[in-house]
């Protein structure tokens, strides 16, 4: 019996947009370009060049890249998107609300105008993703969303203001009540540190060990050198203080902004920090890269984990796979765990991980047998609204020039393959 490819679940319309986007990303030639145009619409406050202003403009990135990475401009066209991916076979989605705010650096800040057209319109959007998201999906919270006074209160690692912090409390409350899980997504190094300290804060209060697993996530980004050091120290913070730490794994994606010394000298390194931590974690034991804490006096002993490994390295996700399909069968104990892409990119990944999901479903007949759970990460909002994300997922393309250029290739084989077979070639 011939071997079915994992694309076949997508729709034909599917793989030739994410076929022409591919092609554009991985040829020097048209990338350079489109960046820069994509460059000017995303930072420019002409109302010519504003998708949301201009209905040809909007017409023709709504069909191609926005269709390609983005979910939707409105509820039902976001609830619409989230029912065809799982329809797909995906257990569930990551759901991230698009709004980013304008910042000046030095700036003063007029606090009435910016809890009126920063804050509240950034809750309210947060919270209507938290309703969107349905149970066991996870919300993204971008905080630097919020705008000026949630970046100044993080910059200083401070105490934000209180209609801030009431937000951000009743979108931690209603994801807990929904079932919904919150992930606090990685931002820039400056605020970095102060993004971690609410994270923790908000860990304390709703992963609670035996209820459930954990509700709020943190973002770790392994091209960080430091990255395994934080993990380290909140997993003894966890221990000690007797919460799940939610950990979502990615790679990084501010390497054009953060300070360069920041960051693992070269890709390798960032992959071995990757998968060293992934590893960890999984297994539950320290290693090479995951040591224990300095000042952790529990003698190398985990605290409850429950872990989101989200990135596009085919061998990083097989690895992890491996892991754990080597604990099942020896009947050992664990972690939650799935894996995440971004919409639009690394389908091969994604949809081989639901091709063996559904396999192995149908085939269990005991505990013995992992069954992988895929995520899509999926953002939402105006065209507009998502021009600095679709952006960024333009650069990403660009910094993985061969993992696109993989992807392109895997989709030609894919579009010639349902060629031959509408003429019934073998």
Not at 193 to 204: A, E, H, N, S, V
């Given at each position: 019996?011939?071997?079915?490819?994992p694309?076949?679940i997508l729709?034909?319309?599917?793989?030739?947009?994410?076929?022409?986007?591919n092609?554009i990303?991985?040829?020097?030639?048209?990338?350079?370009?489109s960046?820069?145009?994509?460059?000017?619409l995303?930072h420019s406050?002409?109302?010519?060049l504003s998708p949301?202003?201009?209905p040809?403009?909007?017409f023709?990135l709504?069909?191609?890249f926005?269709k390609?990475f983005?979910?939707?401009?409105?509820?039902?066209e976001?609830?619409?998107t989230?029912?065809?991916i799982k329809?797909?076979?995906?257990?569930?989605?990551?759901?991230?609300?698009?709004?980013?705010?304008?910042?000046s650096?030095?700036?003063?800040?007029?606090?009435?105008k910016?809890?009126?057209?920063?804050?509240?319109p950034w809750a309210?959007?947060?919270?209507?993703?938290?309703?969107?998201?349905?149970?066991?999906?996870?919300?993204?919270?971008?905080v630097?969303?919020?705008g000026?006074?949630?970046?100044?209160a993080?910059?200083?690692?401070?105490?934000?203001?209180a209609?801030?912090?009431?937000?951000?409390d009743?979108?931690?409350?209603?994801g807990?009540k929904?079932?919904?899980?919150l992930?606090?997504d990685a931002?820039?190094?400056a605020?970095q540190?102060?993004?971690?300290?609410?994270?923790?804060?908000?860990?304390?209060r709703?992963?609670?060990?035996g209820?459930?697993?954990?509700?709020i996530?943190g973002t770790?980004?392994?091209?960080?050198?430091a990255?395994?050091?934080?993990?380290?120290?909140?997993m003894?913070?966890?221990?000690k203080?007797?919460?799940?730490?939610?950990?979502?794994?990615?790679?990084?994606?501010?390497?054009?902004s953060?300070?360069?010394?920041?960051?693992?000298?070269?890709?390798?390194?960032?992959?071995e920090?990757y998968?060293?931590?992934a590893?960890?974690?999984?297994?539950?034991r320290?290693?090479?890269?995951?040591?224990?804490?300095?000042?952790?006096?529990?003698?190398g002993?985990?605290?409850?984990?429950?872990?989101a490994?989200?990135?596009?390295?085919?061998?990083?996700?097989?690895?992890?796979?491996?892991?754990?399909?080597?604990?099942?069968?020896?009947?050992?104990?664990?972690?939650?765990?799935?894996?995440a892409?971004?919409?639009?990119?690394?389908?091969e990944?994604?949809?081989?991980?639901?091709?063996?999901?559904?396999?192995?479903?149908?085939d269990?007949?005991?505990s013995k047998?992992?069954?992988?759970?895929?995520?899509?990460?999926?953002?939402?909002?105006?065209?507009g609204?998502c021009?600095?994300?679709?952006?960024?997922?333009?650069?990403?393309?660009?910094d993985?020039?061969?993992?696109t250029?993989?992807g392109?290739?895997?989709?030609g084989?894919?579009?010639?393959?349902?060629?031959?077979?509408m003429f019934?070639?073998?």
């Open positions: 019996m011939p071997k079915i490819s694309l076949s729709p034909l319309s599917a793989v030739i947009r994410s076929l022409a986007i092609t990303s991985s040829s020097p030639l048209l990338l350079a370009p960046l820069k145009i994509m460059t000017i995303a406050h002409n109302p010519i949301d202003r201009n040809i403009l909007r023709l709504k069909n191609t926005y390609q983005c979910a939707g401009e409105t509820h039902a976001v609830q619409r989230i029912r065809g329809d797909l076979g995906f257990q569930g989605v990551f759901l991230c609300y698009a709004r980013e705010v304008e910042k650096p030095g700036a003063s800040v007029d606090v009435e910016c809890l009126r057209d920063e804050v509240l309210e959007g947060t919270l209507a993703t938290v309703r969107l998201a349905e149970p066991g999906d996870f919300v993204c919270i971008k630097t969303g919020a000026s006074l949630a970046l100044q993080l910059e200083k690692q401070g105490v934000c203001h209609t801030l912090k009431q937000a951000i009743d979108i931690c409350a209603l807990a929904r079932g919904v899980k992930a606090f931002e820039h190094a605020v540190p102060g993004i971690d300290l609410w994270t923790l804060k908000y860990m304390k709703y992963n609670k060990p209820k459930g697993g954990a509700v996530y770790y980004q392994a091209y960080l050198k990255c395994p050091r934080v993990v380290a120290n909140h003894a913070m966890a221990r203080e007797n919460f799940t730490l939610g950990v979502k794994l990615v790679r990084g994606a501010y390497m054009g953060d300070p360069r010394e920041l960051i693992h000298d070269t890709k390798r390194e960032t992959d920090c998968d060293g931590i590893e960890a974690l999984i297994r539950q320290y290693n090479s890269v995951l040591q224990p804490a300095h000042h952790d006096h529990g003698e002993e985990f605290p409850a984990v429950d872990l490994l989200a990135g596009h390295n085919l061998h990083s996700v097989r690895k992890a796979h491996a892991i754990r399909t080597e604990q099942a069968e020896k009947g050992e104990d664990r972690i939650e765990l799935c894996y892409q971004l919409q639009g990119m690394a389908d990944v994604s949809c081989e991980l639901v091709a063996e999901g559904t396999q192995r479903a149908r269990a007949l005991d047998t992992d069954i992988p759970r895929a995520y899509k990460y999926l953002t939402w909002g105006t065209t609204e021009m600095k994300y679709l952006l960024r997922r333009a650069y990403e393309n660009r993985a020039v061969g993992r250029r993989e392109r290739n895997e989709m084989k894919e579009l010639i393959r349902r060629v031959k077979g019934a070639w073998r």
